[in-house]
């Protein structure tokens, strides 16, 4: 079984910029956004899941089960309301973001000692990969 669990700190990110105009995320925030290199602390329970987003200048948390649908704010990003559901596509962790924006979700997925991770919105993509600190 997959097991995302542990602290990871970025080592690239792909597109972020182009996904974050397409949150309609504002200047400033997009400036010192794309500045910072996140860590992800993630702690996988069985189905259940704390994501923290980590960074310098802003952190970000989200708390799910699998399999349930849950009302997310995404707070401090693009300050919005989705109807969240996170579901396992074989070894693939995958949300989808229900909401204003259309075709809103992320995927994670490990491949070899690397976390990966898609985001997408509106046809944007911004992929972002992780090593274990
Ligand atoms: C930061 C810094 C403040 C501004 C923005 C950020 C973006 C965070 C994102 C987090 C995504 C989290 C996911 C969690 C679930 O797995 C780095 C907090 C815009 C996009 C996909």
């Known amino acids: 079984p997959v097991d995302l669990s542990g602290t990871w700190n970025m080592v690239s990110n792909e597109n972020f910029e182009d996904y974050m105009l397409a949150l309609g995320i504002d200047f400033a925030t997009r400036k010192i956004a794309k500045m910072v290199k996140p860590q992800k602390v993630i702690r996988q329970n069985g189905d259940n899941f704390t994501i923290r987003t980590l960074s310098t200048f802003r952190n970000y948390l989200v708390q799910f089960k699998v399999g349930e649908e849950f009302d997310e704010d995404t707070k401090g990003l693009d300050n919005r309301k989705c109807k969240s559901l996170v579901t396992w596509d074989n070894d693939r ?15 994670h997925w490990i491949d070899g000692d690397e976390l990966h991770l898609e985001m997408f919105c509106e046809g944007h993509v911004c992929k972002q990969r992780f090593q274990r600190a």
Not at 94 to 104: A, F, I, L, S, Y
């Open 93 to 107: 962790l995958t949300c989808v973001q229900k909401g204003e924006k259309m075709n809103r979700g992320w995927t």
